[in-house]
């Protein structure tokens, strides 16, 4: 069946540094792919999508790009900051599977000034 | 901006108890889904719905039940709530695409003691 993977955490980060986050998938049909991101004692909120391939999503500095040919979907950031401190999930939604999503395990982030 | 919205933040209940977790979204959205979050698990789809009436099981079903009577409301049935229920619990919404994203509401934090 259709699975997401991203990478284990805790990331710990420096303010301004560089930040990747590894996602791969696994899917039958042509999924649509998203970056959720978790706020301390919040609800989840969409980060970016992207939904056919070498689609690039980006928001607030975020950016992901749709790769098919690695079935990846790795978030970056060039510069971190603190309130960028949160819990980040890969998903997938699968047309052949109907519209729920498929999650990630999520990682969470923690940088420090 | 969609707004969904799970009645109670926090909830404390007592093994045995019938418990009913409250949702409703505000954008007219076809699909609502009920998820449990837990730590190293990530999200487990328990209940989705397509439209009234419409249920459909997701991958954690036993021991739940859910009730959608009206398309803007989606409830989530503990029929007898246990201690390994104790989690949290988030709602979700979208449109009958699955290139759409999910709307979260902030989250039910349920402890069953």
């Known amino acids: 069946g259709d699975s997401v993977t991203q990478m284990e955490g805790p990331v710990t980060l420096s303010e301004e540094a560089f930040l990747t986050i590894n996602c791969t998938y696994t899917a039958t049909g042509y999924p649509s792919l998203f970056w959720y991101v978790q706020y301390p004692g919040e609800g989840l909120q969409l980060l970016l999508k992207?939904?056919?391939?070498?689609d690039k999503g980006s928001n607030k500095g975020f950016e992901a790009t749709y790769r098919k040919e690695t079935t990846s979907f790795h978030l970056e950031k060039g510069s971190v900051q603190v309130s960028d401190s949160a819990v980040y999930f890969c998903?997938?939604?699968?047309?052949?599977?109907?519209?729920?999503?498929?999650f990630g395990k999520g990682t969470t982030l923690s940088v420090s000034s | 901006d969609v707004k969904v919205t799970q009645s109670s933040r926090y909830l404390v209940k007592r093994t045995g108890e019938k418990v009913f977790l409250e949702c409703v979204q505000d954008m007219d959205h076809e699909n609502m889904f009920w998820y449990r979050q837990d730590p190293g698990l990530g999200l487990r789809l328990i209940y989705f719905?397509?439209?009234?009436?419409?249920?459909e099981k997701g991958d954690i079903p036993e021991g739940y039940s859910v009730s959608r009577e009206k398309k803007e409301r989606f409830s989530l049935i503990l029929e007898s709530a246990s201690t390994n229920q104790t989690s949290m619990y988030l709602c979700a919404s979208n449109s009958g695409y699955s290139n759409q994203p999910q709307h979260f509401g902030d989250g039910t934090r349920l402890s069953i003691l």
């Open positions: 998903a997938l939604s699968d047309r052949q599977a109907g519209t729920a999503l498929i």
């Open positions: 719905s397509y439209d009234v009436k419409m249920k």
């Open positions: 992207a939904t056919k391939a070498d």
